[in-house]
Structures are given as structure tokens and as C-alpha cells.
């Protein structure tokens, strides 16, 4: 059975998107949510139970296999299963897709910074910064 580490996953956009992952799989797997910035948060990472991503999550394992980073953990799980559950079929949209979510993935630096996730409060709407604006439209453009 899989085993998924992640973070919370109102709080960490890492964690929720390997969640999703594994559960758009289909397959089973055994949930193991730790507390990222707790007192024990540095001695644990070192453990193997972080190796080999140096204590960010997510982490699938899969018996010996280790996977982290969540778009690793999309392609792990799509090459175990019906790969149509994770992407297009049509070559084309497929290199498509995976552009973006590479993008998504690497990008946007600023829209993370001023816009942090937070699926427990509601903000008030608030001024953006010309670069997280255009971050924006660059997301809304794909």
C-alpha cells in the first residue's frame, strides 16, 4: 500500500496537490499528515523517513520506492495507472499539459509570496503588486 506524507493541507498548496494526486489515482494508501513547523520538526527530517528529500513534503512511498515533490508524485502515479487520469490522451494536448503544469509548478514567485494559501480564512480583497498582476494574467492566458 502507498503511504503519503504531507503537511496540512489547508495551509501547504505542496501537500494538497499530492494529496489530490494520490487520490485521483485511485489506488490505496495510508494518509500521514505531520505538523511542519512543530518542536520536533528538525529531528524528524532527518530520520529516513524524510530521505531523500530532506524533510519536505510531500513524500509518497511505494514499498522501497520514495517519491517527493508533487509533480514527481503525478508522474509516479500516472506511469502505476491509467495515465488518462492524470493527463490528455491527444500528443498534443499532452505536451500541452504537462508545459503548464511544469510552469505552474517552477512559477510565479510573487503571486506565492504576497498570496499565500490559507483554505481556513477568508482575506479581504486587498491591492496587488504589478508583478503578481501579471503573474496572474500569464496564468489566465494558458
Excluded at 503519503?4 to 498548496?13: D, E, M, P, T, V
Excluded at 524528524?44 to 523517513?49: D, L
Excluded at 520506492?65 to 487520469?85: G, M, N, P, Y
Aim: aromatic share 10%.
Amino acid at each position: 500500500m502507498l503511504k503519503l506524507i504531507i503537511g496540512n493541507k489547508a495551509y501547504s498548496s505542496w501537500s494538497l496537490r499530492g494529496w489530490l494526486a494520490v487520490k485521483q489515482s485511485g489506488l490505496p494508501f495510508e494518509e500521514i499528515t505531520v505538523p511542519l513547523f512543530g518542536e520536533d520538526w528538525e529531528k524528524r527530517t532527518q530520520g529516513n523517513e524524510f530521505a531523500p528529500s530532506g524533510g519536505k513534503v510531500p513524500i509518497l512511498w511505494d514499498d522501497k520506492a520514495v517519491i517527493w515533490d508533487s509533480l514527481a508524485i503525478i508522474e509516479w502515479l500516472s506511469d502505476k495507472t491509467d495515465s488518462a487520469r492524470f493527463w490528455p490522451k491527444d500528443e498534443v494536448a499532452l505536451g500541452m499539459a504537462r508545459s503548464m503544469a511544469a510552469e505552474m509548478h517552477a512559477s510565479y514567485p510573487n503571486l506565492r509570496r504576497e498570496c499565500p494559501m490559507n483554505l481556513r480564512k477568508q482575506f479581504p480583497p486587498r491591492a496587488l503588486s504589478d508583478d503578481v498582476r501579471a503573474e496572474i494574467v500569464r496564468i489566465l492566458e494558458l
